[in-house]
């Protein structure tokens, strides 16, 4: 599986930006996809996973109200819609997929990952 991240940017706080992660391979919908951030100096945090066949998803708490991660399995793609954006969701952003089709959390769970893709929050 190869993971294609986009969409990230420079945005005043409040802003919004939609993150995407398009995955080549035709098991996709198999995998948990989930999305990770790594500001610097930090080490990668967790910040949301979906999986198929559930109609939600699962957030950090830092993020839980203001994130929305969805997955389309037709385009394989799944969409992290991030709005009231702070400086502190500075970070770059990475999707990663886990063959284990459960709402992992921990990076290591995870067996395939993304470039990676900057997000920047101006106060």
């Known amino acids: 599986v190869q993971l294609q991240a986009s969409g990230g940017g420079l945005v005043q706080a409040g802003g919004s930006l939609r993150l995407s992660c398009a995955a080549s391979?035709?098991?996709?919908?198999?995998?948990?996809m989930g999305w990770f951030r790594q500001a610097p100096g930090k080490e990668r945090e967790f910040v949301a996973v979906?999986?198929?066949?559930?109609?939600?998803?699962l957030y950090s708490e830092s993020v839980k109200g203001r994130f929305t991660l969805s997955r389309d399995n037709a385009k394989n793609t799944v969409y992290l819609q991030m709005n009231s954006l702070k400086p502190e969701d500075t970070a770059v952003y990475y999707c990663?997929?886990?063959?284990?089709?459960?709402?992992?959390?921990?990076?290591?769970?995870?067996?395939?990952w993304g470039q990676g893709t900057q997000v920047t929050v101006s106060s």
């Open positions: 979906i999986i198929s066949g559930l109609d939600k998803a």
């Open positions: 391979g035709r098991t996709f919908s198999r995998y948990a």
């Open positions: 990663a997929a886990s063959m284990r089709s459960a709402m992992v959390v921990a990076a290591s769970l995870y067996d395939y």
